[in-house]
C-alpha cells in the first residue's frame, strides 16, 4: 500500500508510524475543531462520537470537554483503533469510550447522536453526499456535524501531490465543501477557519441536522 493510501486506511507498521505523524501534526486541528463545536449554542453533548480518530487524539479532547458523554470512536483500521485504545485506555477500561471497527453505518451504535466529529476524512469519500448524509441520518435533530479539513492548497505538498493519483480528492474552496452539506440535506451550515486567513492552519464545517 503506497504512503497516500495509508493515510485514507493505515494498516501494518507504516500504518503504525503513520498514525503516530499524525497524532503529532493534526491534534491542534482536532482539539480546535472540539472547541468549536463546544462554542456552538445549545443542548447538552451526552451521545459524542468521531469517525476516523486515528490515533485517538480528538477523542482525548471529546472525553475531556464533555466529561458527562458517552463517546464512540469509529475507524475502519485496527492499527489506529489501537493506538486510540492505548491513549484511552482509562475511559475505554471503564466504559465511557467504546471503540468500533467500521465506516459511517457503524455510527449507529452512537445514533441519536449530539454530535459526531470527523476530522481529515472528507478527502477519503467517493462519494461525500452519501456519506454526510448517512452521518445526518446518525444524529438528533438538531445534532451537529464538524467536519475538520484542509483546502487542497493549504496541504502539505506530498498531499497535493499524491492524493489526487490515489483517488482522494481535494478541494479548493469552502464553497465547495457547504454544497456537499446543502445537497445532503443539512439544515444550517457554517465556516470557521483556524489561523490567518492567508496561512490557514485548518477549517471546521459546522453543519446542523
Known sequence: MGLAQQFGRPSGLLGAVVGRGMARGNADLSRWVVHQAAARPGDGMHRVAELGPGPGVGLQALLQQFPDAQVWGVDVSPVML?????????AVS???LVLLEGDVSALGAAAPADLVMANHVLYFWPDPVAELTRIRNCLRPGGLLALGYQLRQDMPAMAQRRFPPAG???YGSDEEVTALATNA???????????????PEGRVMLATA
Open 185 to 199: 440535506g443539512y439544515a444550517s451550515v457554517a465556516q470557521h477557519v483556524k489561523g490567518p486567513d492567508d496561512a
Open 168 to 170: 482522494h480528492r481535494l
Open 82 to 90: 489501537s493506538q486510540s485504545r492505548k491513549r484511552n485506555r482509562a
Open 94 to 96: 471503564s466504559g465511557r
